[in-house]
């Protein structure tokens, strides 16, 4: 596994193998690495020759300046797990390398990017798309690959593949929960014990109200969410929506869409987590 710190080495380096016709996927993630990006990587090994995944804290993503400082770090084990799990190139690059000027560029990805993490982390997506697409013309991969923890990131980059015309198959890729059903999340690191079994209710609620859901209306599921995370006190929802999965749109009735998906972010303590659960659809 070849560590590699500058877009060029990295272009000389992918230059000789795509001359020899080899496939290349990518994974971006932001490290502090853990089962859910494992999952990623894996699928991303076996479905190309070269598994390239970027390990770099996108400053322009981060709305709250106290989340970018806090955000865990840990490249030793980043580079432990990735080269377990046959990744053949990490890319970390410093700030400056992708950021050598400010970037000025203004997506519009309305209204996917309007709603949920995008109306609560304002810039959030446009500083997501500002360095996935440095990374994806850095690169040039075949695939990408996202994880669904992230449900409306994954909704933008294939609206932003659209926008930007990228040859690049995005791959979503399933949410990796630890046993107890919590969502595998770099920011699990920052939960106290307690914390850590409080945060348990929001997979459980989800859990649950997929059941409710079966005999009540998409409000009366709401409803059943936000009443069960309020009767948590170490919870403070930050929001609850059921929408239609491919517009993002809040849905009203379960009969408007054959793809239903409840997207919650909660703060446990002063980490804030999201997770999210399919009503309807795959
Ligand atoms: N539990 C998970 N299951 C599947 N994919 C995941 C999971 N956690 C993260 N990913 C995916 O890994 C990629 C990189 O994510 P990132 O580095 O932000 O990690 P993270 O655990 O989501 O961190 P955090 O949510 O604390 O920022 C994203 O595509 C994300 O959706
Ligand atoms: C896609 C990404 C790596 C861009 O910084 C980040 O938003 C993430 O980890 O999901
Ligand atoms: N996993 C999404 C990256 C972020 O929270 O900024």
């Known amino acids: 596994m070849k560590i590699i710190h500058t877009i060029s080495e990295l272009q000389s380096e992918l230059s000789v193998l795509k001359t020899q016709g080899k496939k290349v996927g990518l994974v971006p993630t932001m490290g502090a690495l853990h089962e859910g990006h494992a999952s990623l990587v894996k699928r991303c090994v076996k479905e190309n020759d070269v598994a390239v995944v970027s390990v770099f804290v996108n400053p322009t993503q981060f709305n709250d300046k106290n989340d970018l400082l806090k955000y865990p770090r840990t490249p030793e084990a980043d580079y432990k797990l990735l080269e377990a799990n046959g990744c053949s190139i990490v890319f970390a690059p410093s700030v400056e390398e992708m950021y050598p000027e400010p970037d000025t560029r203004q997506f519009n990805f309305a ?9 609560f982390r304002p810039g959030h997506f446009n500083g997501v798309a500002q360095i996935v697409s440095k990374l994806f013309d850095a690169v040039k991969p075949h695939r990408a690959y996202f994880g669904e923890k992230d449900f409306q990131q994954l909704a933008i980059i294939r609206e932003m593949v659209k926008q930007l015309q990228f040859n690049i198959e995005i791959i979503g890729c399933p949410i ?14 920052r939960l106290s014990a307690e914390e ?17 859901a079966a005999d009540h209306s998409v409000s009366e599921t709401i409803h059943f969410v936000e009443n069960e995370i309020a ?9 609850f929506k059921i929408v239609d999965g491919d517009t993002l749109q809040d849905l009203k009735d379960w009969a408007d869409t054959d793809y239903a998906v409840g997207c919650i972010t909660v ?14 659809g795959i």
């Open 111 to 119: 209204p996917l990017d309007s709603v949920m993490e995008g109306a």
């Open 176 to 189: 990796v929960r630890e046993e107890d059903g919590l969502a595998l999340s770099s920011r699990n690191a």
């Open 196 to 212: 850590r079994e409080i945060a348990l209710k929001i997979s459980q609620t989800l859990f649950k109200s997929r059941t409710f």
């Open 231 to 239: 009767a948590e006190k170490g919870l403070r929802l930050e929001y």
């Open 267 to 280: 703060f446990c303590g002063e980490v804030r987590l999201i997770d999210n659960i399919k009503y309807k």
